[in-house]
């Protein structure tokens, strides 16, 4: 089942009786951080590329637009992943009882280990820790890419493939930790099915970009990378 198939399944998902109520927390919590995100963003943006463009020579001084341009693309994935990391972490075991709902709607009763709340917190702020420590040096190196004249031009497509991979490992995430499975063989199972999880992925960052469907994008997209592990990875 391709990515796409699977978010439109979920968002179908969510709307249904006894899963509509966990949806309301994880939509709070994503609607507060993005729009904290979004005001410090737009505020600092021209200081960041004006900073960038001055480190410049002047013989370079030509390259200022592609900077300009891919300094907003930098800035605008930085910003998601920046929303994902905070509001998945805060959101984490409410996405993780979502998750568990879903799973289990899908498949007729299908029932996860029991887990006290303590440690359900615990371990999914511990999973979320997991998964910023596997982003970190990958979006340093990206960074590092977006700067270094010729590779630049490479780097728009680099995010946005990089950026469909994170959001599918992010979201697909929730129902593996609810069945025990580790995030290394994740990633392994995952790769697997990487353009269908790319497809996935691509999809949920453009839709982070559109007022008023980015307020409610969180729970879709956890129903989402459920529907995704069921169809794809579960077996």
Aim: hydrophobic share 60%.
């Amino acid at each position: 089942m391709n990515g796409l198939d699977c978010l439109v399944e979920g968002f179908a998902l969510i709307r249904k009786p006894g899963i509509r109520r966990y949806v309301i927390v994880p939509t709070v919590i994503n609607t507060l951080v993005l729009i904290v995100l979004i005001a410090i963003s737009v505020s600092k943006f021209e200081g960041w590329v004006t900073a960038i463009t001055n480190m410049l020579p002047d013989w370079l001084s030509f390259l200022s637009w592609v900077i300009y341009l891919v300094g907003l693309i930098v800035v605008a994935f930085v910003l998601f992943y920046s929303f994902m990391i905070v509001a998945n972490l805060i959101a984490s075991p409410f996405n993780a009882v979502l998750s568990a709902k879903i799973e289990e709607a899908l498949t007729l009763g299908h029932l996860h280990p029991d887990t006290d709340l303590l440690s359900m917190i615990l371990g999914a702020i511990a999973r979320e820790i997991s998964k910023v420590l596997y982003l970190l040096p990958r979006l340093v190196l990206l960074m590092l890419l977006s700067v270094i004249p010729l590779l630049n031009t490479f780097a728009p497509l680099l995010w946005i493939l990089f950026g469909g991979w994170m959001v599918a490992i992010q979201y697909c995430d929730y129902a593996a930790d609810n069945n025990l499975v580790g995030f290394r063989v994740l990633r392994e199972r995952m790769l697997v099915h990487k353009l269908s999880a790319v497809s996935f992925g691509i999809p949920i960052n453009i839709m982070l970009a559109i007022p008023l469907i980015n307020l409610f994008l969180l729970p879709i997209a956890v129903a989402g990378g459920t529907v995704f592990w069921v169809r794809n990875l579960r077996d």
